[in-house]
């Protein structure tokens, strides 16, 4: 079954621990995409990556890390997180990022 | 930078009702996409129209795209409690990451 896979789904952490959330999919995509959702603002995009080893800051970088060693993997590394990146994340994939867009189930952060 | 306007933000209905939610851009876009994310879920892609004046429907859905291509709408003819959700417009704007997602329009609907 085509999918992307996060974990955790849920995660509730104290500032300052760094964290990994893990992001795979399994239909060969080259575009992988990290959004996080808050109330009134909608999705925002924090890092995409055009391919294996090639990443890219969003609108929302600041205080976050990715990694693309491998096509279908993703993960964001929050080095030191902060109370207000208590948020809704989600991890998505496409062909080239033009075209439909496959999202993960969200990994919910509080950060305390 | 650029976006893409979503309106409105919240819309309340009585079930059987008619639900419309619009997106509107400053660019002439190359296509644009409809999502659905359900209350606890994540979004789910619904369609793409890329053509001027595309129009597209799926059931009691019905997509339309601008004959400039800088607009286009969703709309829910009858509603009902299954349709509950957040729907988003998403664009391609000319850079390198991407869609740009509208904030989306939140469905409510009263029984």
């Known amino acids: 079954e085509a999918q992307v896979t996060q974990n955790p789904r849920y995660l509730i952490t104290v500032t300052g621990k760094k964290l990994t959330v893990t992001c795979s999919q399994n239909?060969?995509?080259?575009?992988m995409s990290w959004y996080r959702q808050d109330p009134g603002l909608g999705l925002r995009q924090i890092y995409y990556?055009?391919?294996?080893?090639?990443?890219d800051k969003g609108d929302v970088p600041e205080g976050y890390k990715v990694s693309r060693k491998e096509k279908r993997n993703f993960p964001l590394i929050l080095e030191s997180p902060s109370p207000n990146q208590t948020s809704l994340y989600f991890c998505?994939?496409?062909?080239?990022?033009?075209?439909?867009?496959?999202f993960g189930p969200g990994t919910r952060l509080t950060v305390t | 930078g650029q976006q893409v306007m979503q309106i409105p933000q919240y819309q309340h209905v009585q079930e059987g009702e008619d639900f419309t939610t619009y997106c509107n851009s400053s660019?002439?876009?190359?296509?644009i996409q409809w999502y659905k994310q359900r209350p606890g879920g994540h979004p789910v892609f619904l369609i793409q129209?890329?053509?001027?004046?595309e129009v597209k429907k799926q059931k009691r859905l019905t997509f339309q795209f601008g004959e400039a291509k800088k607009n286009s709408s969703l709309h829910i003819t009858a509603t009902q409690t299954t349709d509950v959700g957040t729907y988003f417009c998403?664009?391609?704007?000319?850079?390198?990451?991407?869609?740009?997602f509208g904030k989306g329009t939140h469905l409510i609907i009263q029984p």
């Open positions: 998505a994939s496409s062909l080239n990022g033009f075209l439909e867009q496959y």
């Open positions: 239909m060969n995509h080259e575009y």
């Open positions: 990556s055009m391919n294996v080893e090639v990443t």
């Open positions: 660019t002439t876009l190359s296509n």
């Open positions: 129209l890329v053509k001027s004046g």
């Open positions: 998403a664009a391609p704007l000319g850079g390198a990451d991407g869609l740009t």
